[in-house]
């Protein structure tokens, strides 16, 4: 079982940028892929990004590619999204997730562990 903490949320201007993190707990970090979801009001939950455990792999949604980047550091339990090149189209609640899997899912139904979410919100 593994425990999710996000921080990094705030305020930006568009076209600034934020750094996501998402702290973990337990012994197994590196069997977890590790994935970000956003949800903005009224709309669904999506996928942003996603890291395999060993961090040689990651995928990203369309919407994103080419502006954020997601890394993990095993040895601090931890997991980062840089967000770069920020647009109003961004404002949403961020959540990370980890599922014990080989494989970069990206349906958030594929996950079973969810932190609490942190505001991202961009002013154009």
């Known amino acids: 079982q593994v425990q999710l903490v996000e921080s990094g949320g705030g305020l930006v201007q568009a076209g600034g940028s934020l750094r996501l993190s998402c702290a973990a707990s337990?012994?197994?970090?590196?069997?977890?892929?590790i994935g970000w979801f956003r949800q903005a009001p009224g709309k669904e939950r999506e996928f942003v990004a996603a890291?395999?455990?060993?961090?040689?792999?990651?995928n990203y949604a369309d919407s994103v590619k080419g502006r954020f980047s997601m890394s993990r550091d095993n040895d601090k339990n931890a997991v980062y999204l840089q967000m770069n090149s920020l647009k109003p189209d961004d404002t949403a609640v961020y959540y990370c997730?980890?599922?014990?899997?080989?494989?970069?899912?990206?349906?958030?139904?594929?996950?079973?562990?969810w932190g609490q979410g942190t505001q991202v919100t961009v002013s154009s």
């Open positions: 997730a980890a599922e014990p899997s080989v494989l970069i899912p990206t349906s958030p139904n594929a996950y079973s562990y």
């Open positions: 337990g012994r197994t970090f590196r069997r977890y892929v």
């Open positions: 890291i395999r455990g060993s961090g040689g792999m990651t």
